[in-house]
């Protein structure tokens, strides 16, 4: 379960839909009042509004700061 908000930078995301190039995948690259997110399959650069990404998000498989 993921809590809104509990995501930084370089975190990898699983969305519930699938990219056109079959990657549920992405790497957050901007966080502000809008979300920027980059395709791990195909590096498309996708921007989101906060309230839509957190909508879209299922769950939050790698954090940045962990070793």
Known sequence: MIIKGSYDLGDTA??????????????????????KIKCKGCNRIVMLQRSKFE????????????I
């Open 14 to 35: 699983i969305m519930k839909k699938i990219h056109p190039c079959g990657s549920y995948e992405w790497e957050i690259i901007r966080l502000g009042a809008d979300i």
């Open 55 to 66: 909508k879209d998000l299922k769950r939050i498989v790698k954090k940045n700061n962990e």
